[in-house]
């Protein structure tokens, strides 16, 4: 089970850092990653984690402002979003998959979202 966190409203420019809390004693067998949908929109990947940390990848339109990162020990994945856009509004989610990939459909699992708005 995956329970995200940390979105709220914040101006552009600002910052949040969203957390994900996974349940169960195998997160570090998971990778994890970030998606967000925004209205009308489909969902997109934002940024995935390998299962000890080494690897990450991120979308085109948020690397050098996002960064993924997560503790093991704590069962816990990080989202630190920096220098927040307008067009960055949306619900991000995180996921988990045994398997590293960019695209959502591989995921198994997916936390419920938390909505992120960034005013102008």
């Known amino acids: 089970q995956l329970q995200a966190s940390g979105g709220g409203l914040v101006q552009a420019g600002g910052s949040l850092r969203l957390s994900c809390a996974a349940s169960?004693?195998?997160?570090?067998?998971?990778?994890m990653a970030w998606f967000r949908q925004a209205p009308g929109k489909e969902r997109e990947f934002v940024a995935a984690?390998?299962?000890?940390?080494?690897?990450?990848d991120y979308a085109p339109s948020v690397k050098g402002r996002f960064t993924v990162s997560r503790d093991n020990a704590k069962n816990a994945v990080y989202l630190q979003m920096n220098s927040l856009k307008p067009e960055d509004t949306a619900v991000y989610y995180c996921?988990?998959?045994?398997?590293?990939?960019?695209?959502?459909?591989?995921?198994?699992?997916w936390g419920q979202g938390t909505q992120v708005t960034v005013s102008s």
């Open positions: 996921a988990a998959d045994t398997n590293w990939s960019t695209e959502g459909g591989v995921y198994a699992f």
């Open positions: 984690i390998s299962r000890r940390g080494g690897r990450t």
């Open positions: 169960g004693d195998t997160f570090s067998s998971y990778v």
